[in-house]
């Protein structure tokens, strides 16, 4: 994020957008735009983007951006579909810009594939209440060699006694487990989605009878089974599941599917430090989620009649200081720890959410991978203020369950001592575990402060972040503000460090 200017914040967008002014130049015309007039308007002063096929007047909202100028500028007189998706495509565009609304792009004819790559061939063959998908996704040369990236078989099948529905999805992938099967069951409405790589099945019905709130869900991880079983409210015969919904009985690409939000009540709102809170959400009695580690979900809400959305890393209640058990999560809470801004538009109306209120939660959402600490002797983590979230999960899962860490250690900076996240509960886990170690650097210490000062540095990373012995394995996560990330991943490397041992959380 960059600073915006006065008079330039969330709030005072909204005000523009409802103000009747005329945002797009058209004067409330709506016209099919050729890629040839996309491509004139690509300076500051006159920016249309493209996003799914529909064209928007982004210059009045220039200056709004919380990203700053340069990076709409990036897509200027393009489609940005991609270059939105690649950033943030949780945001409700079609909510925050609607009155930048130009129009649809023009449909080109599809001409019939040449030399080169072909892509997308699907064969949907329907047996009964099963599907089978056979993905192809190229050939690098026609005629000549196919290359086949996935070749999956995902079909699902229901069964009932007298008082129970079984939907059974088989996936045939022997490592699925509870991290992959997101199911939700609400108003007669059944939605099961299992994660696989950057794709998702999805089973969605409108059910033929009503069910009761409890549903279970039952795993067979080594042949990849899926039992979703749900109560009958009455002894009857259904002929049916129930009236698929779009998107039913589908394997596409999650980015193409888009986000699933549910309701969840908040419970409990308990201080952290000062300006940062701890927020507990009930899932739905109908939910089935567990967020994996170094993953985020999204918070919605409707702000002055526009919707905003912002991401967050859930948290666990409190640092485990025991780890003779690998940790159980208990399938009902999501725990969130958020710094509730004095200008912030979004993070006000969640502090003034009342105990029992209700706020909108996505399906998780990241590209962390668990497989990245698992082979790691040394794991080391950098955490700028709330950066700090996605490093809880992640310290519990590899103090619990990577046996093979000799060393974990936590570079935490903060401005000042008032600022640091469970300061206590680090340092009395680091006395407890002799593999992990925190340091604690302030940007803004009081003359009493003894420990590190400073802001990210190369000299300050020369200094902490080390191997255990020379070729040791080496993992290291870093998130917190953009600049702070953005540079840090820069030292890194110019301290040596590869692609590969370095993961930046970001949303």
Not at 123 to 130: C, H, T, W
Not at 456 to 463: A, D, G, M, V, W
Request: with cysteine; proline share 4%; hydrophobic share 35%.
């Amino acid at each position: 994020q960059v600073p915006l200017k006065p008079g330039r914040s969330l709030m005072d967008w909204i005000r523009l957008t409802k103000s009747g002014k005329d945002l797009t130049g058209l004067k409330g015309r709506l016209i099919e735009v050729t890629e040839d007039e996309l491509a004139k308007h690509n300076k500051k002063e006159d920016c249309w983007i493209c996003i799914r096929g529909f064209v928007y007047n982004v210059t009045p909202y220039m200056e709004y951006h919380p990203g700053g100028e340069d990076e709409l500028m990036k897509a200027a007189g393009t489609d940005g579909t991609d270059l939105f998706d690649q950033v943030h495509r949780w945001v409700n565009y079609e909510s925050m810009l609607k009155e930048c609304l130009v129009g649809r792009m023009a449909v080109k004819p599809i001409a019939a594939p040449k030399d080169g790559v072909y892509l997308g061939v699907i064969k949907d063959q329907r047996i009964s209440n099963s599907t089978d998908f056979f993905i192809v996704l190229g050939f690098d040369k026609p005629k000549e060699s196919i290359f086949l990236l996935y070749f999956l078989f995902y079909s699902y099948d229901w069964f009932q006694t007298d008082s129970l529905i079984t939907v059974v999805i088989y996936t045939k992938q022997k490592d699925m487990n509870a991290e992959l099967v997101i199911v939700d069951c609400q108003d007669k409405r059944l939605r099961g989605e299992i994660i696989v790589d950057d794709y998702s099945y999805l089973v969605e019905v409108d059910l033929d009878h009503a069910v009761s709130e409890d549903v279970t869900v039952n795993i067979a991880e080594k042949v990849g089974k899926v039992e979703i079983i749900l109560k009958k409210k009455d002894n009857i015969h259904w002929k049916m599941l129930g009236q698929s919904c779009e998107g039913h009985n589908t394997f596409i690409k999650r980015t193409d599917r888009g986000l699933f939000y549910r309701k969840c009540k908040l419970v409990s709102k308990t201080e952290v430090t000062h300006d940062t809170k701890l927020f507990c959400l009930m899932l739905p009695r109908g939910t089935h989620l567990c967020v994996p580690t170094g993953h985020h979900v999204y918070l919605k809400q409707i702000i002055t009649g526009t919707e905003v959305v912002k991401p967050y890393t859930p948290v666990l209640p409190s640092l485990p200081l025991d780890f003779k058990e690998p940790p159980h999560h208990d399938g009902v809470h999501i725990y969130l720890m958020i710094k509730i801004y004095s200008c912030g538009l979004f993070t006000q109306a969640l502090d003034r959410l009342q105990i029992e209120d209700y706020i909108s939660v996505s399906n998780p959402e990241g590209n962390f991978k668990k497989s990245q600490v698992q082979t790691s002797e040394d794991l080391i983590l950098l955490a700028g203020g709330t950066g700090f979230t996605p490093m809880v999960k992640l310290l519990n899962f590899a103090l619990a369950e990577v046996s093979c860490l000799r060393t974990v250690k936590l570079i935490f900076f903060n401005k000042t001592e008032d600022d640091i996240l469970w300061r206590n509960q680090l340092e009395q886990l680091a006395l407890r575990d002799e593999r992990f170690e925190v340091q604690f650097i302030l940007s803004q210490p009081t003359k009493d402060w003894v420990g590190k000062q400073g802001k990210i540095s190369s000299s300050l990373l020369s200094e902490f972040v080390k191997r255990s012995r020379k070729d040791s394995k080496v993992v290291v996560c870093i998130c917190g503000p953009t600049p702070f990330t953005e540079q840090g991943v820069q030292y890194l490397k110019d301290l040596g460090y590869s692609q590969e041992e370095i993961h930046a959380f970001t949303a």
